[in-house]
């Protein structure tokens, strides 16, 4: 379940960041070898400047939020690797620009039920009591407010109270930092892209994701929290070496939320990269494995070494 767990993650939106906590590194970090890394340098096959793969976490509580920095004292962080590595490229490439002011307007197509159908309709009687009783007593919201909601959105409202935190994010703090520094942004995928990959998970699928994630809410919660210090570690390999899948896990692979987009993304990535050196932050759940992107643009013949 901790795939499933981190897969969701990837689609709850982007929370406002306080300020960026001070960070305490030690020299243990370099013991990390191949491939537990989450920035990697591409270079090779003709490309005039080297890009880099970064694996983020699109949620995380602010005492969880690091940015791996070096040479750290207080509030003064003498090396910062994801500022000092993004500003040596041109553009800084998110899995979706939410900055995109057509973005959010697209979404509205695929966050509500199609028409005629309520969550009354599409959840028996029993799970709607459990669903309602849960965000009444849990999350102090009137279900009756979200009759038209996709149960998949259902669920994102449930995750911050899951992690018991405001998040916070690394695209956008990434993105303030491209901001600043008059980098461009953008998203390796457009809305059709995303509105087409909400469309392919089944409704019955949706329904049985949020009914087990009320059932299953404290082992989500300890499975987060296990995801965070796997995170931490830049334990890729046990990120990717989980259990056999669970039926929710399945759902998203099946859905292609992590191979097929994988494998959609690696030309467009090229493409990008041969054009301007290019700074890539996605999931970290994309990177390791098979055809994780790392070994994809492995294959493809690029010079892909870890940078920490």
């Known amino acids: 379940m901790l795939r499933q767990v981190f897969t969701v993650l990837l689609f709850l939106g982007l929370a406002d960041m306080s300020a960026l906590p001070s960070v305490n590194v030690t ?3 370099d013991d990390f070898t191949y491939p537990n890394r989450l920035m990697w340098r591409i270079s090779g096959k003709g490309l005039e400047s080297p890009s880099y793969l970064f ?5 995380i509580c602010p005492e969880d939020f690091v ?4 040479f750290c ?3 003064f962080i003498f090396y910062n690797p994801l500022k000092r590595k993004l500003l040596e490229t041109k553009q800084l490439v998110l899995e979706v620009n939410t900055y995109d002011p057509y973005f959010w307007a697209g979404m509205q197509n695929v966050m509500y039920l199609e028409r005629g159908l309520t969550l009354r309709r599409v959840l028996s009687r029993e799970q709607y009591l459990l669903v309602e009783g849960f965000f009444l007593d849990s999350l102090g919201i009137n279900i009756e407010h979200y009759s038209h909601v996709r149960p998949f959105f259902l669920v994102s409202e449930i995750y911050p109270h899951i992690l018991g935190c405001t998040p916070r994010s690394y695209e956008r703090y990434l993105a303030e930092i491209a901001m ?5 942004i953008s998203g390796i995928e457009n809305i059709d892209d995303q509105i087409a990959l909400f469309k392919g998970i089944k409704l019955e699928d949706e329904v049985y994701e949020l009914i087990a994630t009320i059932e299953n809410y404290y082992e989500v919660r300890e499975q987060f ?3 965070v210090a796997l995170y931490r570690k830049r334990d890729l390999v046990s990120i990717k070496k989980t259990p056999d899948e669970s039926p929710e896990e399945q759902i998203y692979e099946d859905a292609g939320f992590i191979t097929e987009r994988n494998l959609q993304w690696l030309p467009v990535m090229k493409e ?3 054009d301007r050196p290019v700074f890539f932050a996605f999931g970290a759940a994309h990177l390791p494995g098979e055809k994780g992107l790392v070994n994809l643009l492995k294959k493809e013949g690029y010079d892909v070494e870890p940078v920490f």
């Open 27 to 29: 020299e243990e970090a």
């Open 55 to 59: 694996g983020t976490m699109h949620q």
């Open 67 to 70: 940015i791996f920095a070096r």
């Open 73 to 75: 004292t207080g509030e």
């Open 180 to 184: 600043d520094n008059r980098i461009r």
């Open 225 to 227: 929290q296990q995801m």
């Open 272 to 274: 990008m990269m041969h």
